[in-house]
């Protein structure tokens, strides 16, 4: 509905309900997150991501290969959320699950792994709400 002053009232109504923003910031931090960690996995400005890397799961033999593959995975990820969050949200879910195991396997930086638990529940949070959202 065009309102007489010739703008979208739904969509301005829309911003103001906080499950919206909320959406929109979890949409934002999802896409922005891993594109960022995913281009870190090449120049490790950041930290130096080899060391959370557990030996199971340095499927390629080298530290260094196993996380530019992650960081290709994770950028591909992070663009996968900006278009089609109800979908790649799941899979951002189950990427940090996969971090989450990597480090217990590590037996350290149990901090680093309970940050992304919370991370995970608000991946998920995303998954839900970006099925009344999406491409509103």
Known sequence: M???NGTNGQKDNLWRKPSYQAYQILHLAFTVAPLVAGLDKFFNFLTQWTQYLSAPFDVFGNPSITM???GVTEIV???????KPKVFSYIVALWLLA???NL??????YDVALRDLGLMLGALALARLSTKYDRV
């Open 77 to 83: 990820v992070g663009i996968g959320v900006w278009f």
């Open 68 to 70: 530019m593959v992650v």
């Open 2 to 4: 065009v309102t007489p």
């Open 104 to 109: 217990l396997l590590l037996r350290s930086f």
């Open 99 to 101: 971090i989450i195991i």
